[in-house]
């Protein structure tokens, strides 16, 4: 049976997966309920063996073929964590817990990857080995990078791996994918700004922080405007800006900034780091002020490698018939990337139909889309590890 024809008959099952998650969120590393499910669901399902506990709470299941003549292992990889949001879909599977919700439908995404793990443990028509990934902290909390750093690439061998999440936007069962870089980088900078406070009806015996300041987030534009290449992509965005005064006729003595720099090229990347101290510390001191920049480098870019994006593309195209394939890249992060930085591979999106987007409080993952999901995810172990 195709598989997309065996996910037809196990989409209520599936379904009933995805809405005990919705009803539990998790946020973060907190995942244990989620978790144990994974873990129990896999066992039953045969999985040769499930190991829990990698990158703190991920789990992972091993999948045999019927056969293994080439030694190919690929690794399918879902989300598990839930955001800190208040719900307001209104659906009777609606979060249990006031202030946590699935709001960017990992419980879809686990649900499915389950879904697949669930048939290709009864068919196993593949020669090699497929490795279920299950990570926790997606949205921020780097569980990605951390079952990386526990191992999860050598001690199963993973030669490549994909993943997938939902897009409200796109049809249910249509897929988009692109080539190269789909996500971008997520840095983070402070920068704070030291001066002279004192009475702001004497500012010639101070050195002002607030115009220090101001002067560095003008300047600031000028990375995207006149430094980086126009065709490249860059974000530079000032985004808290706090003085310790909180006075009308007091200049504070410091100033502190935060912000985020997105960008879509390692160069790029690099030298927006650069120009962002350059420009904060040279600004201060021409000002007779000084800056401080601490620049903490996040999610790195996730880019799709050009054979594996192809591979990825005919197996949603096998599966829905619609696939964009110049899909534009978007300024948003995605944790995937560090083990796409290990691994060739590709991420893909699946339609999620016209709902609210990702992290907003009304947004629910749709069902519907879980044929297709569970489809593309098994159809890609058959596709890149066939049997003789
Ligand atoms: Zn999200
Ligand atoms: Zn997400």
Known sequence: MPPKNRFAELLPEITAWRRDFHEHPELLFDVQRTAGKVSELLRSFGCDEVVEGLGRTGVVGVIKGKT???????GLRADMDALPILEATGVPYASRTPGKMHACG??????????????????????????VIFQPAEEGGGGGREMVADGLITRFGIQEVYGMHNMPGIPVGHFAIRPGALMAAADQFEIVVTGKGGH??????????TVVAAHIIVALQTIASRNVDPLKQVVVSVCTVATDSTAHNVIPQVVKMKGTVRTMDAKVQDYVETRVAQIAEGTALALGARAEVHHARGYPVTVNAAENTVFAADVARA??????????P????????????????????LGNGDTAMVHHPAY??????IPFGSSWYAGMAEARMPSP
């Open 330 to 349: 978007l300024m948003g992060a995605e944790d995937f990337s560090f083990m796409l930085n290990e691994r060739p591979g590709a991420y893909i999106f």
């Open 364 to 369: 629910n993952f749709d069902d519907n889309a």
């Open 106 to 131: 990992h419980d879809g995404h686990t649900a499915m990857l389950l879904g697949a793990a669930k048939y290709l443990a009864e068919t196993r028509n593949f020669d090699g080995t497929t490795i």
């Open 68 to 74: 293994d003549t080439a030694g190919r292992v690929v």
């Open 200 to 209: 702001a009806a004497k500012p010639h015996d101070c050195v002002d922080t």
């Open 319 to 328: 599966v829905s018939g619609v696939v964009d394939t110049d899909t534009p």
